[in-house]
């Protein structure tokens, strides 16, 4: 399993690294945000903070095991936080999710 996100790879992929087919998913279409590939340099990120949020209720929980398993190696540098949110919480939970994305900033 490689490390994602990661330089060339674009979301079906990383859909595809969680055993699913994007297809499979409703409304997933293969438009430009989802079949792009990444570009980024994966050492200048490498120390910084980084947060990961799930959302529990998420129509794409069935893939976040991939991330999951990226914070589990990496260890240090992660701060995972869990929401009871669809995959839209700046809909679904605005003010929660604001105040999150604060929080994460400030580190």
């Known amino acids: 399993m490689p490390h994602c996100p ?8 990383l859909i595809a690294y969680g055993s699913r087919d994007p297809m499979s998913f409703e409304g997933l279409e293969p438009d430009a945000p989802y079949v792009e590939k990444l570009q980024f340099d994966g050492r200048k990120i490498q120390s ?4 990961y949020i799930l959302c529990t209720q998420s129509e794409f929980a069935s893939v976040t ?11 240090e540098g992660w701060t ?3 929401i009871p949110s669809s995959h839209v919480p700046m809909a679904s939970m605005p003010e ?12």
């Open 6 to 13: 990661i330089p060339g790879l674009t979301l079906f992929d």
């Open 96 to 107: 929660r999710f604001s105040l999150l994305l604060l929080e994460a900033a400030e580190k």
């Open 48 to 51: 910084l903070p980084k947060t």
């Open 80 to 82: 995972y936080i869990e």
């Open 65 to 75: 095991h991939v991330a999951m398993q990226k914070i589990a190696a990496a260890r």
